[in-house]
């Protein structure tokens, strides 16, 4: 069963826009969710994880357990935010299911 | 710290042989994941070992095996090669295991079954 759902392939933004990103979750428990990012010819990384709350290059995350989602989002997208981007789930510390993932365009 | 090391970073091979992709993790990551990424799949968890034991198993074939070494290092084969088994295979260490711990990433190895 598909954990992660990322709904959108391919997301296409102007420079100084909103953007969204979805992450819609499949877990009965209390999941760790995380958002990681892979820009061209760079490796895979860790944008944020929910537990941390944090605020990483503009992105947030919240985790809305009602919906089952976890959506990135910022607020002024820039060019540089160009990327391939996955949610990803930890089930109980154990193994990562990631997202199909989304890769998002910032038109300049 | 130097970063996860992954050899070799390209590989051809043909239907019906096997393969060997080998994975240095972070110097006192005891935790090695592996990983199969396609355009279609995304990323889709193989196995993870830790203290040289396999700890979690994805949904793939028996002909995807692991093993790791008491350094850390993790081996990973793939016998009687499909061409569906063409992928970025990635590996990725953390700390631990079993505390949903930052995964750090390797650059890859491309497999490609002709």
């Known amino acids: 069963a598909q954990r992660v759902t990322q709904p959108e392939k391919l997301l296409s933004v102007f420079k100084g826009a909103p953007v969204e990103l979805k992450c819609n979750y499949s877990?009965?428990?209390?999941?760790?969710l995380f958002w990681y990012v892979q820009y061209s010819r760079q490796r895979l990384q860790l944008l944020l994880r929910?537990?941390s709350r944090e605020s990483i290059k503009g992105f947030t995350a919240d985790l809305n357990k009602g919906e089952t989602s976890f959506h990135l989002k910022k607020p002024f997208a820039q060019e540089e935010d160009s990327a391939m981007y996955y949610c990803?789930?930890?089930?109980?510390?154990?193994?990562?299911?990631f997202g199909t993932g989304t890769s998002l365009t910032v038109i300049p | 710290k130097a970063g996860v090391t992954q050899t070799p970073r390209y590989l051809i091979k043909t239907r019906g042989q096997q393969v060997t992709l080998s994975c240095s993790p972070i110097?006192?990551?005891?935790?090695v994941s592996w990983y199969q990424q396609t355009p279609g799949q995304g990323l889709q968890f193989l196995f993870e070992?830790?203290?040289?034991?396999?700890?979690n198993k994805g949904n793939f074939p028996g002909r995807f095996s692991g093993r790791q070494f008491s350094n850390s290092r993790s081996e990973m084969n793939v016998s009687t090669l499909e061409l569906g088994d063409s992928a970025l295979y990635l590996c990725?260490?953390?700390?631990?295991?079993?505390?949903?711990?930052?995964?750090?990433f390797g650059p890859g190895t491309r497999l490609t079954v002709l």
């Open positions: 990725a260490s953390s700390p631990r295991t079993g505390a949903a711990d930052t995964q750090y």
């Open positions: 877990y009965s428990g209390s999941p760790e």
């Open positions: 929910h537990i």
């Open positions: 990803a789930l930890s089930e109980a510390g154990n193994q990562f299911y």
């Open positions: 110097s006192g990551h005891r935790s």
């Open positions: 070992y830790f203290s040289e034991t396999q700890r």
